[in-house]
């Protein structure tokens, strides 16, 4: 059976007026959502700690900001946008202290609730509204008059109102332009965490870098290396993303076609299908979300050495160096320690 999608017109934002809506955390996801229900005419506040570089961010667009507990007694609706590892003591600290019958918590990612990091009380509604891309281009294609793809789900129905509550607020923040699909939090979790490993992040990247190397090794120029495992990589995924995969073999040469398919499944084979399967094993066991966890508790030390080592891998300085000559690329210089709500996405 096909899955609905809801539209403009299955959704009103009628549940959501005359209640305040507590944005929690004020990064990617959260100045986005803040933002577009804003801009939907709803009353929105933020919560943050007292120390956050955010608040004069969110202060400069207008928005009332107030310490996380203060915000969580003051809304009717509570968006948890805080990083998935932080969310625990955060909800313990501030959230859970202020809960009452009869308010909604919502999620965009259902990593907590999914893997228990957080128990939540029966009489308050646990909801989830995920649009299907980054806090800047849910952002930047709202004010185009657009939106981005959207999930609910609804975990908890403590009023028998909460899948009405996640319709509208995936209409404030644009994703019934474009179309929301219901699922549930196992599902957005497992599948979530399983594109972003091992095709969307850890894949195409493993993928990119093993290319290049490859060439570079063999005693091929870098640059040439960067533009063929690199740089074309966007104008195949966007011809991808335009038309499927039919559409972009019809896009290139035979030559490339014949290349795609008659090589494709010699490179990922059944031998990566099998590592792939061991993956979402251990995604759907927990392991994952514990090593995470763990790694966090334990000050995120491998993670950020990993992070130095692949800063210094050659293909970023070539990258560097080869997107300065392309003028129609806009450069972006990430400021050390900026605010996430402060980064404008060149990205539509």
Not at 9 to 20: G, Q, Y
Not at 113 to 130: C, G, L, Q, W, Y
Not at 272 to 293: D, T, Y
């Amino acid at each position: 059976m096909a899955a609905k999608i809801y539209t403009n017109k299955d959704a009103t934002l009628t549940p959501l007026k005359k209640k305040t809506l507590a944005v929690i955390g004020f990064g990617s996801q959260g100045h986005a959502h803040a933002l577009n229900l804003k801009d939907s005419g709803l009353k929105v506040v933020i919560g943050l700690y007292k120390k956050s570089k955010s608040r004069e961010v969110a202060q400069k667009l207008g928005f009332e900001v107030m310490d996380t507990a203060d915000a969580v007694k003051a809304a009717d609706v509570i968006f948890i946008a805080v990083p998935d590892t932080k969310i625990a003591a955060v909800y313990e600290n501030d959230i859970a202290p202020n809960l009452t019958k009869g308010k909604t918590l919502l999620f965009s990612h259902g990593f907590a609730i999914h893997f228990k990091t957080i128990e939540v009380p029966t009489d308050i509604n646990v909801i989830m509204v995920a649009p299907k891309g980054p806090g800047h281009t849910v952002r930047s294609q709202f004010v185009d008059g657009k939106g981005v793809p959207g999930l609910i789900a609804v975990h908890n129905d403590a009023d028998g109102k909460a899948k009405k509550i996640a319709l509208a607020w995936a209409r404030g923040v644009g994703c019934t332009r474009a179309g929301v699909f219901e699922t549930n939090f196992k599902e957005e979790t497992v599948t979530d965490l399983f594109g972003e490993q091992v095709v969307l992040c850890g894949g195409a990247s493993a993928l990119v870098k093993a290319g290049f190397e490859t060439l570079v090794e063999a005693g091929y120029q870098p640059e040439m290396a960067y533009f063929e495992c690199l740089h074309e990589l966007k104008l195949i995924v966007d011809l991808m993303n335009e038309s499927g995969i039919a559409g972009m073999r019809f896009s290139i040469s035979e030559t490339a076609e014949w290349g795609d398919v008659s090589v494709g499944p010699k490179i990922i084979n059944e031998s990566v299908k099998n590592r792939m399967r061991k993956q979402l094993k251990e995604i759907e066991s927990g392991k994952f979300a514990r090593e995470w966890i763990k790694e966090n508790e334990n000050g995120c030390k491998r993670f950020n050495e990993i992070r130095k080592e692949e800063a210094k891998h050659q293909i970023e300085k070539v990258g560097e160096k080869l997107r300065s000559t392309m003028s129609w690329i806009k450069q972006k210089k990430l400021k050390k320690g900026a605010a996430q709500a402060s980064y404008v996405s060149s990205s539509k």
